[in-house]
């Protein structure tokens, strides 16, 4: 069986980290029986460097010829790249956002879970942390603030910007019924998150996660608002099984809720649409202040990739192998700088994933 696998490699850290994944990918192939075809596709950085554009019609194509993604983060540092002395509209950011929207990815999972072996790496204490935790962060990824209208112009004299934020019901009823069809196949419990004693479109999102709520009476609903839920992450995180959520809160929960595991270089994420493609990356950045180095953690691409083989490829057996043996290499006591703690081995990010190919079974 051939897998057929675009690969944007991002800016920053992504070629690094992304390396690794395909590593991973191709040592897992031994086993379970298959080989990946890969196209290397430009995004970000990469692609104003090439093109003067974060996105190409050819990139947006050719994605669409693969079966799915595998990509590093895109993006710099705005106070030293050129990238950011172009409009907003032409910076890495836009490319990632149209490539999203392009490809109808409006549900975005994000899993944090506590590896047992990590509990050393969290910065809450261990009466919190204990029993670990394992969440699934379910973010709606094409609406709300990230994709209305914008201006900033001048009125009255006063310099002025707006970001319009906008949910019609049935982006919200499509992303909840991904959210209560992972809980079923999880811990049976929906958090919804919102900011409904303020915003009209929170107050929707309530409203229509509650019609869907009534086709799953098996998953249990709660509300929450999402200040509240930002200070349970840290108080409680094992009370959570699937947090859904709209877009901008979506990212901000989920880089909470991943240094809660650890770091930020554990969260792996899928972008699906309604069919089996996805485009799988870290749920972090492409960590600037330590491209290069080769010192990134490359787990968060390694467990994305796992994801991309359980959801685009139904390769379910081969993910787990994948997710394994992750978890067999920190069992062995190695870490990347970012999750070490005492007594434990640091190795970098391409030793890390010859450790995870070497447990692979
Ligand atoms: P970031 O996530 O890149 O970095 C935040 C901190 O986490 C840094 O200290 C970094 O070194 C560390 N970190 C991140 N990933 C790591 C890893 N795998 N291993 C070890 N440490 C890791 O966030 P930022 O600095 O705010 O953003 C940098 C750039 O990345 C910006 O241009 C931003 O727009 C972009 N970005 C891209 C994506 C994406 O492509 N999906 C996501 C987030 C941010
Ligand atoms: C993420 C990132 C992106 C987002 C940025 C780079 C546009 O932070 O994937 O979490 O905000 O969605
Ligand atoms: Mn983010």
């Known amino acids: ?17 992304v390396e690794e994944a395909m590593k991973v990918l191709d040592k897992t192939g ?57 409009e907003p509209s032409k910076r890495p950011e836009a490319g990632l956002l149209r490539i999203r929207k392009e490809l ?7 899993p944090a879970v506590l590896y047992e072996e990590l509990k050393g790496a ?10 670990g935790f394992d969440m699934m962060i379910m973010r709606e990824l094409t609406g709300g603030l990230y994709f209305g209208r914008r201006s900033t112009e001048e009125e009255n004299g006063i310099l002025t910007a707006r970001d319009e934020l906008t949910y019609n019901e049935e982006e919200i009823r499509r992303i909840a019924k991904r959210g209560f069809d992972i809980a079923r196949k999880r811990k049976k419990k929906v958090t919804s998150v919102d900011k409904a004693n303020v915003l009209d479109s929170s107050r929707l999102w309530r409203k ?21 839920c930002a200070m349970q992450l840290v108080k409680d995180p094992a009370q959570f099984d699937v947090i859904l959520t709209e877009n901008m809160f979506g990212d901000i929960l989920s880089d909470e809720a991943s240094m809660v595991t650890g770091s930020i270089g554990m ?21 600037p202040d330590i491209a290069e180095k080769g010192i990134a ?3 968060a691409t390694i467990l994305s990739a796992a994801m991309m083989l359980r959801f685009s490829f139904d390769l379910d057996k081969a993910a787990d192998a994948v997710e394994a043996a992750v978890e067999k290499t920190l069992r062995a006591g190695y870490r990347t700088v970012d999750i070490m703690s005492e007594g434990k081995k640091q190795i970098g990010t391409s030793e890390m994933g010859d450790r995870i190919c070497s447990y692979i079974k």
């Open 30 to 86: 031994e086993h379970y029986g298959f080989t990946c075809q890969y196209t290397q596709l430009l995004l970000g950085g990469a692609s104003i460097d090439a093109y003067g554009v974060p996105l190409t019609e050819e990139t947006i194509s050719e994605a669409k010829e693969n079966q799915a993604v595998l990509m590093g983060s895109i993006g710099g540092d705005a106070k030293v790249s050129p990238w950011y002395k172009l």
């Open 297 to 299: 953690n490359p787990i």
């Open 1 to 17: 069986m051939e897998l057929k696998i675009g690969v944007i490699k991002g800016d920053g850290i992504g070629p690094e980290i």
């Open 208 to 228: 229509i996660v509650e019609e869907t709520a009534a086709e799953y009476p098996d998953v249990t609903l709660e509300h929450m608002l999402v200040d509240n």
């Open 122 to 131: 969290c910065p809450l204490k261990e009466e919190i942390v204990k029993d």
């Open 267 to 287: 969260l792996a994420s899928a972008s699906l649409n309604e069919t089996k493609f996805g485009l799988y990356e870290p749920s972090g950045g492409s960590a």
């Open 104 to 110: 109808n990815l409006f549900a975005n999972l994000r």
